[in-house]
């Protein structure tokens, strides 16, 4: 029995875990691919990107990538179109739900404001797809393109002001791709081909008829106008220019993707393989490189080409070779294996049973006995016999999600040959998620478990009988509810989240104990006054007491350790926060076997 009592100031000599902790408790954090590039932009000295689940802010001068995603406030994942507006350092964010973010940036161009938009996420009657395909700015106005016209949007009232829907031959809808402006019309990318009409304040550009066919028959995917010069791309022909009244071909081209990107000097067209450059003269010039995979658009800045590769990520040239800007970082994802066999304490397993071999759980033993259980009365009882994820408890329980709700087998005597049923926990006066999908379980240190079905992320109680959380996308930066597995990191205290729209991970008030009181951290030390979450002490041993005193002695708060980790939110006996000044941490281990105490500085 050690009886140990060591004075920790960690007011400024943080030990090097704490250091590195990134995560405070309660927050969370994305782990999104930087391959699938889909669209860069220069603003000043940043490159601004986006993947398909995330969006990257790269300094171009320290060369530092920040990610922004609902974890910094933005209000959804998957951008599908994004445009800068200078004159109010405007980012507007569109992304494939329909939803818009306004962004106003800061002088380091860092997100200072962010205000949400969901007229078109939330309007009925409009095609399945609200995705916007391309956002350009005209005096302080954003045109929209979608797949059911041209919404433009008034970004200082944030208010439809027109919409241009109906332009197809006859009035009918049409998607339209991409759109450009001469000094005098709009024109319109269509499967049409392209629509023209005047921006004469006088004409009606919502009536159809004000919308012309500009000499073609082609399925148009990109426009843009250039020298005073209409251009067109056509899918499998290449880019047009619109010369005395007929096209002429300026660059030929097999592909089925194309896109310009038109600067004062140059267009730059890309294809999946391939950079084109295209002059005032039509002089073009081609550029290729073994790390072009799936080019989708490219930008000229500071003499620099950047280009946004669907498989390669963001790609620069410092020279005549194009190397990426970030490490490889693909869509993390967890292995479905590793919720499928869990092996109990006295080495038997239990394996989930594919839906196609009639589901169930495979129980067997290392001397080759086994028997199936299933939604038979005392051969299971389960709930369902579709099986999602298991899970072993640290009371050796096995926990299981099924399509009809979640339970778990205590392990005894399974394999006698007696009767078996789940045990189906009772929460909200019915068995726990009665039949409700159930995609995934897991289990973190302190035994609290995280179920997740398709309407969230919830955990609960050590039996399953209280619930603690629930997230969805409306209140967490949850990408979506669509959850595919969950797994605890206990030596990190991180829940990842695999979800359909990419990974993130939650840190919460549990981790794995330790076995003596050597290494405890306490963080954030000292507490800044924007700091808004928790207070975690990690490094505890399981069941450990936390108690926080004033100077002079009273408590305020006590707590007991989830494993190797207990939390605070700040608040004093009264439910206030706590004021500014220095505090002392007394932590005494579940059999009073070892004692420390620290200080904790808090910043008001």
Not at 248 to 269: A, C, G, H, K, R
Not at 508 to 531: C, G, H, K, M, W
């Amino acid at each position: 029995m050690k009886n140990i009592l060591v004075t920790l100031c960690l007011l400024g000599n943080l030990l090097p875990e704490a250091k590195s902790q990134t995560i405070p408790i309660g927050h969370w954090q994305n782990h999104f691919s930087n391959l699938s590039a889909r669209q860069v932009m220069a603003v000043k000295n940043r490159i601004l990107y986006s993947t398909y689940n995330g969006f990257f802010s790269l300094d171009t001068t320290t060369r530092e990538v920040t990610s922004w995603s609902k974890t910094e406030g933005l209000h959804d994942n998957g951008v599908s179109a994004f445009a800068f507006e200078p004159e109010n350092n405007l980012l507007l964010l569109a992304y494939r739900s329909g939803y818009i973010d306004f962004v106003y940036l800061d002088e380091n161009l860092a997100p200072a404001e962010i205000a949400g938009w969901s007229v078109l996420a939330e309007t009925a009657g409009i095609t399945e797809s609200k995705a916007v395909r391309k956002i350009v700015f005209r005096e302080q106005l954003a045109y929209l393109c979608t797949d059911f016209g041209i919404i433009v949007l008034d970004t200082e009232m944030r208010q439809v002001k027109e919409s241009y829907r109906y332009i197809g031959a006859g009035g009918i809808q049409t998607a339209v791709r991409d759109l450009a402006f001469s000094a005098d019309s709009i024109f319109a990318a269509t499967r049409e081909g392209i629509l023209a009409a005047s921006m004469s304040p006088s004409v009606n550009r919502q009536y159809f008829a004000n919308w012309k066919l500009v000499n073609a028959s082609e399925k148009a995917i990109a426009v843009s106008i250039f020298n005073n010069n209409l251009y067109a791309a056509f899918s499998g022909k290449g880019v047009y220019q619109l010369y005395k009244g007929s096209w002429q071909t300026v660059f030929s081209s097999p592909s089925e993707y194309l896109n310009i990107d038109t600067s004062e000097n140059e267009m730059l067209v890309t294809t999946p393989r391939e950079i084109v450059s295209i002059n005032a003269q039509n002089k073009v010039s081609v550029k290729v490189d073994p790390m072009f995979k799936a080019l989708a658009t490219t930008i000229r800045e500071n003499g620099r080409l950047w280009t946004a590769d669907g498989k390669a990520g963001l790609l620069t040239n410092a020279g005549t070779s194009f190397q990426p800007v970030l490490p490889a970082q693909t869509d993390t994802t967890i292995n479905a294996s590793l919720d499928s066999v869990v092996i109990d304490w006295a080495g038997t397993s239990w394996a989930r049973i594919p839906d196609y071999q009639g589901g169930g759980i495979l129980v067997k033993n290392t001397a080759g006995q086994q028997r199936i259980l299933s939604a038979s009365i005392g051969s299971g009882s389960l709930p369902s016999n579709v099986i999602n994820s298991l899970a072993l408890d640290y009371e050796d329980n096995v926990w299981f999600a099924s399509d009809k709700g979640a339970g778990y087998f205590v392990p005894d005597n399974v394999l006698d040959g007696g009767r078996i049923d789940a045990i189906l926990p009772i929460y909200g006066q019915r068995k726990l998620f009665s039949n409700e999908k159930c995609t995934a379980i897991a289990v973190e240190p302190g035994n609290r478990k995280w179920i997740a079905t398709r309407n969230g992320l919830y955990q609960f109680s050590a039996d399953g009988t209280e619930l603690l959380t629930m997230f969805n996308t409306e209140n967490s930066p949850l990408p979506s509810t669509d959850i595919h597995a969950l797994r605890f990191d206990p030596a990190q205290g991180l829940l990842f989240v695999d979800t359909a729209n990419g990974m993130v991970s939650y840190r919460s008030d549990a981790s794995e104990a330790s076995q003596n009181l050597d290494q405890v951290t306490i963080f954030p030390n000292p507490v800044r006054p924007d700091f808004g979450g928790k207070v975690g002490f990690k490094g505890l041993m399981d069941g450990s007491t936390v108690k926080v005193t004033e100077l002079s002695g009273r408590l305020i708060f006590e707590t007991r350790s989830q494993g190797g980790t207990a939390s605070w939110n700040l608040a004093d006996y009264t439910g206030k926060r706590a004021r500014g000044g220095v505090y002392m941490v007394f932590i005494v281990s579940g059999d009073g076997s070892e004692k420390l105490a620290g200080k904790l500085a808090v910043i008001n």
